[in-house]
């Protein structure tokens, strides 16, 4: 593995302080001179299970910089809910997954980076990391992984070229997933496949969700067809994996948190990983599209009381944590699929399967929609859910879907 070049803290990046103190809102020289000297440590928190991944990184940047840092291991799902609680108290620097950038951006929690790292950002990342960390526009977060759900099928029972087409898994074997009770995370996309569009074509205009429609109406009726599909069987949460390793199922689509699990299930020579398959749906075939999910460090300036220096402290410890050599670490360490490209490219992330179908889902929109970040997302997931689940468990009559949808659609425009 080659040595990835470090992000060495310049003097240069120090003088980001005259716009950062702006940017946290104190012109307090006074609240400054004192946090300066009275606190020269950094809060960090990190994914769950992934504070040993960091620890040479994070010893390398106070070496750098003469700030000590705290490292804790917070669950990045609460990350939004735990920092607008109390911003001052929180962390300065933190993880979290994209779709909260939205909320932090709106209530104020976080800014937009400074523009040498929002560059460099535009440099190295793929484009659906990029739009995973912007927010109208602008860059709010350093992107440090992509993740998406993709196929895995067991070689046994289905080949290479029989992954391709969800027609053909299901009429050589089995596929399964869980409709009775909908995850609209996995099912949702499908109408994005057919071409309606889930809050705009950038995910952020409120009145942009267009499913009330033909196309839409055609995702419907697939979803209540599957009833009648002998090759597909309905699971619920508790024993998908089981039913991968039974045989029950030959192929389910899911993500790389659950890469291990499924080399326990079939052995690792028996997991094969693919791309999302072409679906027949309204008579079309279409390449079914997944969430793309960006992960993001972020900054929040509010514990360093005006302290510029702290603050631009911060940034390049978010820098570090996301820079190059950080991301091959956290490959090789926690299969975190990297967002940076030249990791991206590397020898022995080529060489992974799952890498391979996961970077290729997130290379293109062609195969996944980065996840809206917008707080309405709330009603999306509950009414949504409802819908698909209603739906395949034939509570809706076919005449009522198109209007179902319309109101869906009008539904989300009127969220606040």
């Known amino acids: 593995m080659k040595k990835w070049q ?16 702006v940017a946290c809102g104190s012109n307090d020289k006074k609240e400054e001179t004192a946090s ?41 799902p609460k990350a939004q809910e735990k920092i607008k609680k109390d911003a001052s108290t929180a962390a300065d620097v933190f993880s979290l997954p994209h779709d ?37 526009g602008k860059t709010y977060a350093f992107p440090f992984g992509i993740e998406s759900q993709v196929l895995f099928y067991n070689k046994e029972k289905l080949s290479e070229e029989d992954v391709k087409s969800y027609e ?27 071409g309606d569009t889930l809050f ?6 409120v009145s942009g969700t267009n499913w009330g429609n033909e196309a839409g109406v055609s995702v419907l009726k697939w979803i209540a067809d599957q009833n009648n599909n002998s090759g597909f069987v309905n699971l619920d949460a508790s024993n998908v994996m089981s039913s991968f390793g039974e045989g029950t199922v030959a192929a389910i689509e899911t993500g790389p948190w659950n890469y291990q699990a499924a080399q326990e299930a079939i052995g690792a020579d028996n997991l094969g990983i693919a791309v999302y398959p072409m679906i027949n749906i309204g008579g079309q075939d279409v390449q079914q599209k997944a969430f793309l999910g960006v992960k993001l460090y972020a900054v929040n300036q509010a514990p360093a009381k005006g302290d510029t220096k702290r603050i631009a402290a911060s940034y390049q410890l978010a820098s570090y944590l996301t820079n190059a050599e950080s991301q091959a670490n956290q490959f090789e360490t926690r299969t975190i699929i990297p967002a940076n490209k030249e990791v991206q490219a590397s020898e022995v992330v080529q060489n992974h399967d799952l890498a391979q179908a996961v970077i290729k889902m997130g290379s293109s929109t ?15 997931w509950t009414e949504s859910a409802a819908i698909l689940s209603d739906t395949y468990n034939g509570k809706i009559p076919e005449s009522d879907y198109l209007s179902k949808l319309q109101q869906f659609d009008k539904d989300l425009a009127a969220t606040e």
Not at 6 to 12: D, F, M, R
Not at 169 to 175: D, G, Q, V, Y
Not at 200 to 205: A, C, Q, S, Y
């Open 100 to 136: 909260q950038l939205g909320q932090l951006v709106e209530s104020g929690v976080i800014q937009e980076i400074p523009e040498e790292y929002a560059s460099e950002i535009a440099a190295t990342a793929t484009d659906q990391a990029i739009a995973g960390a912007q927010y109208n």
């Open 366 to 380: 062609d195969y996944t929609v980065v996840m809206p970040k917008l707080s309405q997302m709330g009603t999306f």
């Open 36 to 76: 300066s000297s009275d606190d020269k440590t950094i809060k960090l928190w990190v994914p769950t299970d992934s504070k040993d991944s960091y620890k040479d990184i994070v010893a390398q940047f106070e070496k750098d910089s003469g700030y000590k840092v705290k490292v804790i291991e917070s669950e990045d």
């Open 200 to 205: 705009g074509e950038n995910g952020e205009d």
């Open 168 to 194: 053909t898994i299901t009429s050589k074997a089995t596929f399964g997933e869980t409709f009775k009770q909908m995850n609209a995370y996995a099912t949702g996309p499908l109408f994005m496949s057919v």
């Open 6 to 21: 470090k992000l060495l803290i310049s003097g240069a990046s120090l003088t980001l302080a005259s716009t950062l103190l």
